[in-house]
């Protein structure tokens, strides 16, 4: 009878009838934070646990494992064995897209050891919730306006406009207050709640306020931000060269309907439409004095060649009229 219960024992096969069980299946968010429980059969609390990862279950990695405290930690990843509930907790944090995996949930003994595989993947992290134009460009004692939508949930957060290369460490130029506005110096910044843009005007601009900016938002932990790269040009190169560059700047961000809004898109969006009036007069002026000069001296040369067949009379071409004539 024993010898009956022992047997399919020394067959046993991990993932089939094991004395830990747990989800088949999880899911986490890229730079977010996974929690995986398994739970264990009675008997099993004061064996070690630990976490391993790879398909195979013979040549899998243990990325972390129990000790005596049943607690332990590796990196990224920690591991706790409740052992009054029976349940072995993992969690992997500050994930990554490769950390999309099969698991293992594990009890260590000796022979070979009992586990649990679990299917583990890492979506894409949301995006960041604030979003403007990458690159914008203003003239030299110009103004230029940069507009940054977000996304719901965030209206009430206040907002700012910070310069420098690193999101962390850059510096704050103006910083919206309670009625979603504020003013420094020569930036101003507006956050309208309705349609959820946060407009930046900048004016007096300097050849020197070429750098790269955040549209922002305040919140406790790491902001979320969007950098936006500023370029003043000097005031006479850029009305000369409306360059693509500008042109996709304009197309590549849609402007909204308030006119007020627009300033710096307008200039934007303007000098591309004057690059094209600019075009088309340069076709007009060419029209004016290359071709018609043209067509003139061809109609000119046309009349040249029909005037010696009247005015010389007697020519060979009309010797009936000549002799008739005379
Ligand atoms: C916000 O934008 C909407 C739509 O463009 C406009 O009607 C409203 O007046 C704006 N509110 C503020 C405070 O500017």
Redesign the pocket.
Same mark, same amino acid.
């Given at each position: 009878m024993y010898l009956l219960l022992l047997f399919p024992l020394l067959f046993w096969v991990p993932g089939s009838s094991v004395p830990i069980t747990g989800p088949e299946a999880v899911r986490g968010l890229e730079r977010g934070v996974l929690t995986v429980q398994c739970r264990y059969d009675p008997g099993w609390e004061t064996y070690r646990k630990w976490w391993c990862r790879g398909a195979v279950w013979g040549s899998c990695k243990i990325l972390v494992k129990t000790h005596g405290s049943a607690f332990g930690v590796k990196e990224r990843v920690s591991i706790w064995d409740d052992q009054t509930n029976r349940t072995l907790t993992v969690t992997m944090k500050e994930l990554r897209r490769e950390d999309t995996d099969t698991y293992w949930c594990g009890i260590e003994r000796t022979g070979s050891d009992p586990g649990f595989h679990v299917k583990v993947t890492i979506d894409p992290g949301s995006s960041v919730p604030i979003t403007g134009p990458e690159e914008v460009r203003g003239l030299e004692r110009g103004v230029l306006t940069v507009q940054c939508r977000y996304d719901p949930g965030w209206e009430t957060y206040l907002k700012w406009w910070c310069r420098g290369p690193v999101l962390g460490s850059c510096k704050i130029l103006v910083e919206t207050n309670e009625s979603?506005f504020g003013e420094k110096e020569r930036v101003s910044i507006?956050d *309208?709640?309705? *349609?959820r843009?946060l407009t930046v005007t900048m004016k007096e601009l300097r050849r020197e306020d070429t750098d790269t900016y955040w549209c922002a938002i305040e919140r406790t932990g790491r902001d979320p931000g969007f950098p936006v790269k500023v370029t003043i040009d000097p005031a006479t190169t850029a009305v000369l060269t409306p360059t693509s560059a500008i042109t996709s700047t304009a197309n590549a961000f849609t402007v909204? +309907?308030?006119p007020e +809004?627009t300033t710096g898109f307008l200039t934007v969006t303007s000098q591309h439409s004057d690059g094209r009036s600019l075009l088309s007069s340069t076709r007009f002026l060419l029209l004016v004095f290359l071709e018609v000069p043209l067509l003139l001296s061809m109609l000119g040369a046309v009349l040249w060649v029909n005037r010696p067949l009247r005015g010389s009379g007697g020519g060979s071409v009309s010797p009936a009229l000549g002799t008739s004539d005379q």
């Amino acid at each position: 009878m024993y010898l009956l219960l022992l047997f399919p024992l020394l067959f046993w096969v991990p993932g089939s009838s094991v004395p830990i069980t747990g989800p088949e299946a999880v899911r986490g968010l890229e730079r977010g934070v996974l929690t995986v429980q398994c739970r264990y059969d009675p008997g099993w609390e004061t064996y070690r646990k630990w976490w391993c990862r790879g398909a195979v279950w013979g040549s899998c990695k243990i990325l972390v494992k129990t000790h005596g405290s049943a607690f332990g930690v590796k990196e990224r990843v920690s591991i706790w064995d409740d052992q009054t509930n029976r349940t072995l907790t993992v969690t992997m944090k500050e994930l990554r897209r490769e950390d999309t995996d099969t698991y293992w949930c594990g009890i260590e003994r000796t022979g070979s050891d009992p586990g649990f595989h679990v299917k583990v993947t890492i979506d894409p992290g949301s995006s960041v919730p604030i979003t403007g134009p990458e690159e914008v460009r203003g003239l030299e004692r110009g103004v230029l306006t940069v507009q940054c939508r977000y996304d719901p949930g965030w209206e009430t957060y206040l907002k700012w406009w910070c310069r420098g290369p690193v999101l962390g460490s850059c510096k704050i130029l103006v910083e919206t207050n309670e009625s979603a506005f504020g003013e420094k110096e020569r930036v101003s910044i507006r956050d *309208n709640q309705t *349609n959820r843009t946060l407009t930046v005007t900048m004016k007096e601009l300097r050849r020197e306020d070429t750098d790269t900016y955040w549209c922002a938002i305040e919140r406790t932990g790491r902001d979320p931000g969007f950098p936006v790269k500023v370029t003043i040009d000097p005031a006479t190169t850029a009305v000369l060269t409306p360059t693509s560059a500008i042109t996709s700047t304009a197309n590549a961000f849609t402007v909204p +309907d308030t006119p007020e +809004d627009t300033t710096g898109f307008l200039t934007v969006t303007s000098q591309h439409s004057d690059g094209r009036s600019l075009l088309s007069s340069t076709r007009f002026l060419l029209l004016v004095f290359l071709e018609v000069p043209l067509l003139l001296s061809m109609l000119g040369a046309v009349l040249w060649v029909n005037r010696p067949l009247r005015g010389s009379g007697g020519g060979s071409v009309s010797p009936a009229l000549g002799t008739s004539d005379q």
